[in-house]
């Protein structure tokens, strides 16, 4: 039961991996990549390993999340919105 | 007691699939925003009361996540669906009218 | 076409490499050395409920110490390198919600208690310092989304941070004089199995470690903001 | 009996988080996927919970809540960076 679980969604890991690395948006990109994290943390917590699995929802769902969109608004700053072009 | 919180958690799942499958068959985002932050809510408010029910020295936490549960979810489909708004998210065809048109222009500020 | 082919072929030889590694891990049920002894000689040594976080405190704690100072570089040279000139920044921030402003501000402490229960219970149950750390720098991180705080104060956020590092090395002095070694945590009793007040000095190394991480971590995220234009403030 | 309906529910859950990561994936904006890995989000913590039950480890509830309240705030943070308030 447990191993079918951990294949199922290992299987959608890679799915969600895989669209990360093909998608043109990069904002969705980095959503899929927070998903991948999302779903590993499952995995950890179903290989009894809780504190990896605390530490890959902590670091990877939100900390990578939010420090790639902070700088994808940099980018986004700089390109269109500056006052100064 | 058990046997009732088993009910209670299929009854959660079932939610849980209904706003899955809202997710997959609904027109536009704002729709499919209505199934996966509504019903997610109640699926996970009645799988962890079954869960309290059939574990019952886990009722604090179950309770702990119940509350962060109902407090956190409607905050983050609320910003959500602002942000979709704003970011310019169509209404999709069937939309019948838009009342905020016009609604948020001076909202924005240097704040 | 070529391209994508010799990528496939790439792709299978690595398959192949990695195979026999794939075939041969569920089968190995006994513990290697190392794991068996740190299994069976840990919870009488350490008094820790938690295997894994004892392990990361005491036999590994040079590591933790290394990683510390790792995460303290990093915050150094991001702040270094994405530091303010004053006039940059323009940027005109859609205002939060106020909806999104009060949520926050109610569920801010939640997550600051919820942060000081993990490190606090670091030898307990899972987590410990590094996570507790996250997850007080997540709920500063709400209050900086929710536009509540435009700001932190830097003396207070700088003080923490060489407050717990000093006190860190500190205690691991402390395990030199009066224990084993350094980063030994019995220099404190062992008290009971299983309660918050036990472990000797783990839990008082996972608070320093979780509040320097805190620190840390809040640092990088206010030095990766864009400031807000000043001039355009309506009042 | 009881175990047997949480397995139940745990497999009905399990196919609602398949669903849910398909539209993550086809998910035509960039709001759609973000509303896909809210009910990922929330799905896989009730999942964590089955989790913690079928295994009889009470401490699996505190992964839980961390995940819940991180991903809560990431949610928060993608529609901060989609209004341009980031």
Redesign the interface.
């Known amino acids: 039961m447990n191993i079918a679980i951990v294949i199922i969604l290992g299987v959608l890991m890679l799915a969600a991996a895989v669209t990360a690395l093909y998608l043109k948006s990069l904002s969705a990109a980095v959503i899929a990549a927070g998903a991948v994290s999302l779903l590993a943390s499952v995995i950890y917590l179903l290989l009894a390993a809780p504190d990896v699995a605390m530490t890959e929802a902590a670091i990877g769902s939100a900390l990578t999340t939010v420090v790639f969109l902070y700088a994808l608004s940099r980018m986004r700053g700089t390109k269109k919105e500056d006052p100064r072009d | 007691m ?2 009732l ?3 209670f ?2 009854a ?3 939610f ?2 209904l ?3 809202g ?2 068959r609904m027109p536009d ?1 704002y729709d ?2 209505q199934a ?2 509504k019903a ?2 109640l ?2 408010m009645l ?2 009361i ?2 309290a029910m ?2 019952p ?2 009722v604090g ?2 309770a ?2 119940i509350l ?2 109902i ?3 409607p ?6 669906a ?3 708004y ?2 310019g ?1 169509s209404l999709g065809e069937r939309a019948a009218c838009d009342e905020l048109a016009g609604a948020c222009e001076d ?5 | 076409m070529i391209k994508r082919f010799l990528a496939i072929i790439a792709l299978l030889g690595a398959a192949a490499v990695l195979l026999p590694f794939v075939l041969k891990l569920p089968t190995e049920e006994a513990l290697p050395g190392l794991a068996s002894e740190y299994i069976e000689n840990a919870p009488g040594e350490l008094g820790a409920a938690n295997l894994v976080t004892g392990i990361i405190v005491t036999y590994r704690g040079l590591d933790t110490l290394g990683e510390v100072a790792v995460l303290f570089a990093a915050t150094a040279a991001v702040g270094l390198l994405l530091k303010r000139t004053g006039n940059e920044g323009g940027v005109s921030h859609w205002r939060a919600s106020e909806i999104l402003e009060s949520g926050g501000g109610f569920l801010f402490p939640l997550i600051i208690l919820y942060g000081v229960y993990i490190f606090l219970h670091g030898h307990l149950t899972p987590g410990g310092g590094f996570q507790g750390g996250v997850v007080i720098a997540t709920g500063f991180l709400l209050l900086l989304l929710s536009g509540s705080v435009n700001s932190f104060n830097h003396t207070v956020m700088s003080l923490v941070e060489s407050f717990s590092g000093f006190a860190y090395v500190a205690v691991a002095l402390a395990g030199l004089i009066w224990a084993a070694g350094f980063l030994d945590p019995r220099f404190l009793p062992q008290g009971d199995f299983g309660r918050l007040f036990s472990a000797g000095a783990i839990p008082v190394i996972y608070s320093l470690i979780g509040l320097k991480v805190g620190a840390e971590l809040i640092g990088i995220l206010d030095a990766m903001r864009c400031k807000v234009r000043r001039e355009g403030v309506t009042a | 009996m009881a175990d047997q309906l949480f397995n139940i529910a745990a497999v009905i859950m399990l196919i609602s988080l398949v669903l849910a990561i398909v539209r993550l994936l086809i998910g035509p904006s960039v709001g759609d996927r973000a509303v896909a890995l809210d009910a990922m989000t929330i799905i896989s913590l009730s999942l964590i919970g089955w989790i913690a039950l079928s295994t009889g480890r009470g401490i699996y509830m505190d992964v839980a809540l961390v995940y819940g309240l991180i991903s809560f705030v990431g949610i928060v943070a993608i529609a901060r960076y989609l209004e341009r308030g980031l």
């Not at chain 2, 905050?75 to 959500?80: G, Q």
């Open positions: 058990e046997i919180g088993g009910i958690a299929i959660g799942s079932v849980l699939f706003a899955a499958l997710l997959i985002m499919r925003m996966g932050t997610t809510t699926g996970t799988f962890l079954g869960l059939a574990e020295q886990w936490k179950s702990l996540l962060f549960v407090f956190s979810n905050l983050s489909s609320h910003a959500l602002r942000a979709a704003h970011a998210i909202e924005e500020e240097t704040a």
